[in-house]
């Protein structure tokens, strides 16, 4: 997971900007930000592995705290 957020990060300019900032995702831009199905998502989700925003009956993630959560809680072998 580690190597795919450094990654991400390196293959997208401006990523250190956007991380920086509260910019609000939906489902399908944060999936396809982590490489990842909207189906591996939501089980994500279930599993509390990625922090998201429920608004009314839409769901939306804050990308800064997404990668935190990430880095944070995930360990590389």
Known sequence: MRRLMNDHA???PGLAATASTDEIL?????AERLKV???TLDEWMRA??????KIGKSVRF?????????QHN???N
């Open 26 to 30: 939906e489902k399908p831009q944060t």
């Open 74 to 76: 995930n360990r590389v």
């Open 10 to 12: 390196t293959n997208t």
């Open 37 to 39: 199905s909207t189906r």
């Open 62 to 70: 804050r990308w800064a705290d997404v990668l935190a959560h990430l």
């Open 48 to 53: 509390g592995r990625v922090p998201y925003l």
